[in-house]
């Protein structure tokens, strides 16, 4: 339930970016005013939550469409090897949307594996009016900033009708509004990572994503399929903090992993040491019968 509540409060504070930066600029209030500012939700974002479906299994058969307008199904991106990395933001956010994606893009360039190589990115738009020319020009802007050619068949950009991008979210677990006095959507800020069979792994919250924590979650999305064996034991004692939005150590399995290490040790430094007193007493007895 704790952890509940910080995801609801960190949901409804990054959406709330979208809908009070235009109306905030240029003013600076005191610090007990900001203080006293903390406990009801503003009406314009209730509804805006994340209510986590780990492992439910998400509906491959969603019919979207392509930055091209080419219709296209949500499985298309699935292909039982590669774990897939899903947003939901628009183009023409006027703040949140991109301010997660830039992060995104700066978390995953630090990351030593690629889009379309090691994973595939999926990014739906909440608006269902958004235009081809649109999609496709943000997502040049997102490919361009990764800075990595080969990446550009492996992150989609994807548009749908009203009712697909509704069953896109509520199969993801993320509830959205949309403000008819300011035309924007309140969304929350929330990425989430699906196993190669198309199986919901992992959320990651809010506009900062670091390098640790991406890759600790696609090595757990893929299911063993990439990263190298340190990765899975790195992976193994630490588990993710969603009150912290990282991957934090488990102190049993550290132990555990620890003593582990420590017999493995000192086993090879006994075996050293035997072998070396072997190869003493022989050369001593071919001394002595010389």
């Not at 081809?132 to 802007?141: G, L, M, N, S």
């Amino acid at each position: 339930m704790v952890e509940r509540s910080v995801r609801s409060r960190l949901a409804a504070l990054c959406a709330g970016i979208v809908l009070s930066v235009s109306s905030t600029v240029g003013a600076h209030p005191a610090a007990d005013e900001k203080l006293e500012r903390t406990e009801e939700t503003p009406k314009q974002l209730q509804g805006v939550d994340v209510q986590e479906h780990l492992g439910s299994k998400l509906p491959l058969d969603l019919k979207l469409r392509d930055a091209t307008g080419r219709p296209v199904r949500l499985g298309d991106f699935f292909d039982g090897r590669h774990p897939v990395l899903l947003t939901l933001n628009y183009s023409n956010c006027p703040m949140l949307c991109s301010l997660q994606l830039t992060a995104l893009v700066k978390g995953l360039k630090e990351v030593e594996w690629g889009i379309n190589q090691e994973f595939q990115v999926v990014t739906v738009s909440l608006d269902p009016t958004e235009p081809p020319e649109i999609t496709q020009r943000t997502a040049k802007r997102y490919l361009t900033q990764y800075g990595r050619p080969e990446a550009a068949p492996g992150w989609h950009f994807l548009t749908g009708t009203a009712d697909s991008v509704r069953s896109y979210a509520d199969a993801l677990g993320l509830s959205y509004r949309y403000d008819e006095k300011r035309k924007e959507y309140a969304h929350p800020a929330a990425l989430v990572l699906a196993s190669p069979s198309g199986n919901v792994t992992r959320y990651l919250y809010g506009i900062d994503f670091a390098p640790k924590t991406l890759r600790l979650g696609l090595v757990e999305a893929s299911e063993g399929k990439i990263g190298s064996t340190i990765d899975k034991l790195i992976l193994y004692c630490f588990h993710y903090d969603a009150s912290e939005g990282r991957y934090a150590p488990v102190a049993n399995r550290v132990m555990q992993v620890g003593g582990a290490v420590s017999v493995v040790v000192m086993a090879g430094a006994l075996f050293l040491l035997h072998r070396a007193d072997r190869k003493r007493k022989r050369r001593l007895a071919e001394s002595t019968a010389t």
